[in-house]
């Protein structure tokens, strides 16, 4: 009889393992859904966008120019030294454009305003949750998922795509850095192949993976706060500490995995 | 029989293995001021919450003026919550927002009214309730009972029908005590509210109720007038009110 009841226990707890990570996509669709139609819905809130697009944009200008001018010199060096073992150096801006705007550049963007604007919004809703600032707005009959996602939403959008271009520029010029200046790659040629590899598709690619990645990251990171109070593994500025955690982690592992099937699509 | 403005019919709530609501019965008549009384944790505040909507029943029903909140369509559900107002026991204000903002925020998330007269309503309210100069100011930089007095601002600046107020003294002196309890009731005479409080302010409430409800262990175990509960022979009920064991 013993036997039979740990049998049923196991048995259950890998039907719980199975069935909560399901139930949480099935939430965070809703909530998805929930802040995405309150995009069309007015009056606007023409200056909480503006102000969500200065922290999560004109903020982050900084340190996303300062990854892509690595992200690129790396890319020069990297590129340099293997495309010299075929003698084909001339193709390193070729290389470089291409690595960068149609991977590295929606990426690793999508990664520095995950860790600098993401995991901020996360804590910030997350405290307004477990300050009862949350349920204020409900007794003041203002929509919460109105008033705090869908400005982030929409700043996304407009904040993604540009700082991914500015991600790609910058991220050019630091191959030509290594390149040219550094490696001796004649200018004219880097950015000839620049721009004659890199075509429209490789441009609006890129750009369709950085809106993704902005619904995705936006919706993940407001979740993981507005959801604060329900986790099951810590209570009050606790949880908001895992929430942040959880939102930074599940949002990158989510712009990998987005841009592994956005990828396999767009080829 | 007058028709309650809001009841509570055998309203069960629990949280895990807690029951904290024990099958509540409660008559909330409008244009009157009820009281809920009760030792700490008995699930006075939870009571509230579920007269709001923050909180639904496990089982049991919430009726306003004879609707159930269950059953109401969504478009008039709405309706009724643009009349509640609530201030919360931890004055629950927005933290990134001054205080001007916060007492703006209703007006300007839920009317269509001017700048100009947000600022003049936002004004007079700081001014009746002695907050003057400080509508720049974020709520960390004002003392508690400041921060009070604000939700208690924010809550009344809609000119509500209906405004619940968990434990609105808490945490003030008794010469802001009775100013807030004071502008409660000049409130309550001068729009007519109802207003369901949460306090233990025994017993200055008597004076501004016209109904008084006792929660004890999840169940109401009284409700009548001030008079009645002052002259009630229950031991539970008279060991609270003489604040005896």
Known sequence: ?267 | MEQPFIKLENVCKTFGTNQVLRGINLSIFKGEITTIIGKSGTGKSVLLKHIIGLLSPDSGDILFEGHSLRLMPKKKRKALKSKFSYMFQGAALFDSLTVFENIALPLKERSVLKKNKIKKLVLEKLQQLDLNDIENKYPSQISGGMQKRVALARALITNPEIVLFDEPTTGLDPIRKNAVHQMITDYQKKFGYSGVIVSHEIPDIFDISQRIAMLDHGKIVFEGSPEQIQNCDTALVRQFISGQE
Do not use: W
């Open chain 1, 1 to 267: 009889m013993e036997y039979f009841a740990s049998i049923t226990s196991s048995l259950a707890s890998l039907g719980r393992s199975v069935i909560e990570p399901v139930q949480q996509m099935g939430k965070i669709a809703i909530f998805f859904f929930r802040a995405f139609i309150h995009i069309f819905s007015f009056p606007q809130q023409l200056s909480k966008i503006i102000e969500h697009v200065y922290f999560i944009g004109a903020k982050s200008v900084f340190v996303v120019c300062l990854t892509g001018a690595f992200t690129g010199m790396v890319l020069g060096l990297q590129g340099y030294y293997n495309l010299s073992k075929f003698g084909s150096e001339g193709a390193l801006g070729a290389v470089v454009a291409l690595t960068l705007i149609r991977e590295m550049g929606p990426v690793m963007s999508a990664i520095m305003i995950i860790s600098r604007a993401g995991s901020a919004m996360s804590a910030e809703i997350g405290i307004m949750r477990i300050s009862e600032q949350i349920d204020a707005l409900f007794t003041m009959d203002i929509n919460p998922v109105r008033f705090l996602v869908t400005p982030r939403l929409i700043a996304a959008l407009i904040s993604f795509p540009i700082l991914t271009a500015l991600f790609d520029v910058i991220g050019i010029f630091g191959g030509y850095l290594t390149g040219s200046l550094m490696l001796g790659i004649n200018s004219a040629i880097y950015y000839s192949r620049v721009n004659s590899s890199v075509l429209m598709e490789d441009v609006s690619g890129g750009f369709i993976k950085s809106i993704f990645f902005a619904l995705f990251v936006i919706t993940i990171c407001c979740f993981q706060g507005y959801y604060t109070h329900t986790r099951k593994d810590g209570f009050g500025a606790k949880g908001v500490g895992l929430a942040t955690t959880s939102a930074v982690v599940t949002s990158c592992v989510m712009v990998l995995i987005v841009d592994y099937v956005l990828t396999s699509f767009l080829l």
